[in-house]
């Protein structure tokens, strides 16, 4: 007895006759046929009362029926489940101070582990250890390394901020602006940035921010209006927005190194991404 059987014998119920149903099933008649004899044969039952012209389920064939699509079903859920299992294993969860450096991170993950899925979050820095002291992640990025002996971290990148003002503003024209220069100005923002958003608050008190959370609405409000936004220099921030210049913000607190930090006894993966992370710094300080 096959699966490929007990699919058949579904299916011949499903579509109502031997000839329908292996055309359902992209296979000859005959094929279909012999098929279901050999089946019966295991069994040690006819399964199908045959007239010349049409055939049918008996009791045997009915009982077929059901314990086949019983262990079909069970079947599915097998492979449903051990599709999850892969899935979790080859998943891999960070969270994260702000969302460049989860992007920097996802695409070194596919470059060198090929077939792992990255879930990521954004948190506030101190959720971010927490969730890494908790467990309930494998990576965090912090602005800060952790000094402590269970704790691994490397640099993973850096990121400046910039005022994308328009083209015509006084500002545009300078090589680089301080919130002080900025503070009062309304300005277009996207909500979803992590700790940049608490940053311009608190440097910009004055300064009316209008949050967008839909990336897209950000777009399409920045594009149709006057209004001044931020943007930075991360390699993924790369919307380009007509009628606007990117000044460097020159303030301390407008430049980050992000760290990569996992605990020191974590999967080899979680271990092996974090010594490449390490890898690829080394080479880039050495090119530097």
């Known amino acids: ?27 000859s008649q005959p094929a279909l046929s012999r098929s279901i004899k050999r089946l019966e044969r295991d069994l040690g039952q006819e399964l199908l009362d045959r007239s010349k012209n049409s055939v049918s389920f008996n009791e045997a064939g009915r009982l077929a029926v059901r ?4 262990i079909l079903a069970d079947v599915r859920l097998m492979r449903n489940d051990f599709d999850e299992l892969t899935r979790k294993e080859r998943s891999l969860k960070v969270v994260s101070v702000a969302p460049a450096p989860v992007w920097h991170l996802t695409a070194l993950i596919v470059e060198r582990f090929p077939g792992s899925i990255l879930e990521s979050s954004i948190a506030s820095e101190r959720e971010v250890e927490s969730q890494l002291a908790n467990r309930t992640t494998d990576f965090a990025i912090t602005r800060r390394p952790i000094g402590l002996p269970t704790i691994k971290s490397t640099p993973l990148m850096t990121e400046d901020l910039y005022a994308y003002v328009p083209e015509t503003s006084p500002l545009a024209a300078k090589k680089s602006v301080s ?42 409000l920045a594009n149709s209006s006057d209004m001044s936004c931020f943007t930075t220099n991360a390699p993924e921030n790369s919307d380009d927005i007509p009628g606007r210049v990117a000044v460097p913000i020159s303030d301390a607190d407008a430049h980050a ?7 020191a006894d974590a999967p080899q993966i979680v271990q092996d991404a974090l010594a490449w992370a390490d890898h690829l710094r080394e080479e880039e300080a050495a090119r530097a």
């Open 257 to 263: 190194t992000f760290f990569l930090v996992a605990l």
């Open 67 to 70: 314990h086949a699509e019983r």
């Open 1 to 27: 007895m096959e699966f490929e059987q007990l699919r058949q014998l579904v299916a011949v119920k499903e579509q109502g006759t031997i000839s329908a149903a292996a055309e359902a099933l992209h296979i």
């Open 179 to 220: 919130f002080a220069d900025l503070d009062g100005q309304p300005f277009l923002i996207y909500e979803n940035i992590g700790f940049w958003m608490d940053v311009v608050r608190e440097r910009m008190p004055s300064s009316r921010l209008v949050p967008q959370s839909d990336r897209q609405v950000f777009m399409q």
